[in-house]
C-alpha cells in the first residue's frame, strides 16, 4: 500500500483479560474450550523432550482442537480479518 498524505499508520499493542478476548471470540461464533496442549521439543542435546501446556482453544462446529485453533492464534486472525476490511474499502 502506498504512503502518503492519506494513508494512516497504525501500530498496536492490546492488554486485555482473558475474559474480553474470550467473549469477543464467542461473538464471532466460536466456542472457547480448555485443552491440554501435547508437544515434542528437539532443540534439546540428545534428543527429545516431551511437554504439556493446558490453553484455550477457539472453535466453529466441526472443527477439531489443535494447534491452529489456540485462542491467540484465532484471536490474531480475527484482528487481520478486521485490518483487512479496512484497507480494501
Given amino acids: 500500500m502506498p504512503k502518503g498524505d492519506n494513508t494512516i499508520i497504525i501500530a498496536m499493542e492490546i492488554q ?22 501435547k508437544y515434542q521439543d528437539e532443540s534439546f542435546p540428545g534428543g527429545q523432550s516431551s511437554h504439556e501446556t493446558w490453553t484455550f482453544t477457539a472453535t466453529k462446529e466441526g472443527e477439531n482442537q489443535n494447534e491452529g485453533t489456540m485462542f491467540l492464534t484465532v484471536l490474531e486472525k480475527e484482528i487481520k480479518q478486521i485490518v483487512n476490511e479496512i484497507q480494501n474499502r
Fill in 16 to 37: 486485555a483479560p482473558h475474559e474480553s478476548v474470550f467473549y469477543f471470540l464467542q461473538s464471532k461464533g466460536y466456542e472457547v474450550k480448555s485443552w491440554l496442549w
